[in-house]
């Protein structure tokens, strides 16, 4: 079949601009169904419209996928000064566990290790206030490690202060998804506000004490990822993965975090089935559209997937999928391009890029980022890129909203999103026609990639 780029990019875009849906998705999901906790009715209820919504779209293999979520559930918080009986509005950490502690307030600053020989002798038994940030001009050291420094020098728990000014805080993760066993918290840890966050140190300044209880229960529960196809014409047992995560924390709408990628996964699916059923083209490989469940849970969704899908070791049940991009917080300006998690599909990921015209531009990852779905992919050898937009804080605010009740639908810029939806359909469209013979073969094995990760554990991932 000749292809016929100019009027195929003409109409994707054009389908992408004018007819698109991602309005309707996005106030669907951040305001009729809200938060979306994996395993909550919530999430069944997001799972149901995915489905209904790729059904209807046109796509094939449209599927619920369930697997077991070690999930938490968070019932009550509080913490207060024991000498003046006055409360402090904390927010605990995502999957904290219970805790029911009394101790004197220590202020360690950023909990670098200067800070923690200064404070050693008044850490056993407290309860540590540190800054979330990093220490300017100090080495990075990654919030978990911290932690672990401040359990092991006897801290009992850990008040963490939110960067964010202006009474504003998000629920945080106490581990790096990059260690083995990420789901383990040091100690009980709580967030609060930067301006919480200076009264505790005048408190901690005055030997105040502080006694903080957290009820929570960690349980196992069915959750589910989703999936839709448009099968190849030409190879069709070979597949490209475009996949966004559609749950959140609690307490969130979740606009930019992550109802703008699960809507843009959805749309370039229905942009791409329309092409096939207006214009009677197909992909040439199968173009397969997931969206995970709990990403916010340790990456479990995307975990579970890749277990079902191709094997805990490496002994696929089916052949591994020639590349997956994984979308996720795309209010951060327009799209710029793609960082991929190994070199070797760079120049082929370019040229497709530069046979699009607009500047779109290919990186590889420095480190193997594990904030996000693309991980479990990389861990098991499999290629996984994201948008090198990620993260673009500091420089498109709505990026800096997530995991917190004011990522709500304003945050999410719908026409930047339909560039999104028009530029992913025609790179994976190109990305699909590109024969078997001509792609290169991958050659990262679990084991190299798991030098790699001992290689750079305990860094911080450098997100721009
Ligand atoms: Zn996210």
């Given at each position: 079949?000749?292809?016929?780029w100019p009027i ?10 004018v007819?698109s849906?991602?309005?309707q ?5 951040c ?9 909550s009715?919530?999430?069944?209820q997001?799972v149901?419209y ?6 209807a ?15 938490w ?7 207060t ?5 006055s409360?402090?509005?904390?927010l ?8 029911d502690?009394?101790g004197?307030?220590?202020d360690v ?11 050693a002798?008044?850490?056993?038994g ?6 979330l940030?990093?220490e300017?001009f100090s ?9 672990r420094?401040?359990?092991?020098a ?8 939110d ?10 993760s106490?581990g ?8 383990v918290?040091?100690l ?8 919480e966050?200076?009264r ?5 300044a005055?030997g ?6 957290v009820?929570?229960?960690f ?7 989703t ?6 014409s030409a190879?069709?047992e070979q597949?490209i ?7 959140t924390?609690?307490?969130t709408?979740g606009?930019?975090?992550?109802a ?5 996964v959805?749309e370039t699916a229905?942009?791409l089935?329309?092409l ?10 199968t173009?397969?559209?997931?969206t995970?469940?709990?990403e916010?849970?340790t ?7 890749v ?22 917080e ?15 599909l ?5 040229r497709?890029?530069?046979s ?5 531009q290919?990186h590889v ?8 779905d693309h ?7 499999i ?7 990620w993260r673009f ?7 800096d909203?997530?995991?917190e ?6 945050k ?5 999103l ?12 190109r ?10 073969a991958n050659p990262v094995t ?6 790699r990760?001992?290689?750079e ?6 997100v721009?």
């Amino acid at each position: 079949m000749s292809l016929e780029w100019p009027i195929i990019d003409r109409w994707l875009m054009g389908e992408a601009w004018v007819n698109s849906r991602l309005a309707q998705h996005i106030l669907h999901l951040c305001d009729v169904i809200g938060p979306r906790w994996a395993s909550s009715p919530a999430e069944a209820q997001t799972v149901a419209y995915i489905n209904e919504q790729m059904r209807a779209a046109g796509l094939v293999n449209v599927a619920a996928e369930e697997y077991m979520l070690h999930t938490w559930k968070l019932e009550n918080h509080q913490a207060t000064v024991v000498e003046d009986g006055s409360r402090i509005a904390i927010l605990p950490f995502n999957r904290c566990p219970a805790c029911d502690v009394t101790g004197p307030l220590v202020d360690v600053g950023f909990g670098t290790p200067h800070w923690l020989e200064d404070a050693a002798k008044k850490l056993p038994g407290a309860i540590a206030v540190v800054n979330l940030g990093l220490e300017p001009f100090s080495p990075p050291v990654p919030m978990a490690y911290r932690l672990r420094a401040l359990a092991d020098a006897g801290a009992i728990a850990a008040v963490v202060v939110d960067r964010k000014e202006g009474g504003r805080v998000e629920y945080h993760s106490a581990g790096d998804w990059r260690d083995p066993g990420p789901d383990v918290h040091p100690l009980p840890t709580v967030a609060v506000t930067r301006e919480e966050g200076i009264r505790l140190r005048k408190l901690a300044a005055q030997g105040k004490h502080l006694h903080i209880t957290v009820s929570a229960e960690f349980y196992d529960a069915p959750a589910h990822n989703t999936s839709a196809e448009l099968v190849g014409s030409a190879w069709p047992e070979q597949h490209i993965i475009l996949g966004g995560h559609h749950d959140t924390v609690f307490g969130t709408p979740g606009g930019n975090d992550n109802a703008s990628g699960t809507s843009v996964v959805m749309e370039t699916a229905r942009v791409l089935a329309q092409l096939q059923a207006e214009m009677g083209i197909r992909p040439g490989c199968t173009l397969r559209f997931v969206t995970f469940s709990a990403e916010e849970q340790t990456l479990q969704g995307a975990a579970a997937y890749v277990a079902q899908h191709y094997g805990a070791s490496g002994d696929s049940p089916e052949s591994k999928p020639r590349l997956v991009i994984n979308l996720d917080e795309l209010s951060a300006g327009s799209i710029k391009g793609l960082v991929l998690g190994f070199p070797h599909l760079r120049k082929l990921v370019q040229r497709q890029f530069d046979s699009m015209g607009d500047g779109l531009q290919c990186h590889v990852m420095a480190q193997l980022d594990a904030s996000s779905d693309h991980f479990p992919f990389l861990v098991a050898g499999i290629d996984a890129s994201h948008l090198w937009r990620w993260r673009f804080v500091g420089r498109h605010a709505d990026a800096d909203f997530h995991h917190e009740p004011g990522d709500t639908t304003d945050k999410v810029n719908v026409r930047e999103l339909k560039e999104y939806v028009g530029q992913l359909a025609r790179l994976l469209l190109r990305l699909s026609f590109i024969a078997p013979d001509e792609w290169p073969a991958n050659p990262v094995t679990v084991a190299a990639v798991k030098e790699r990760l001992e290689a750079e554990r305990g860094q911080v991932i450098r997100v721009f």
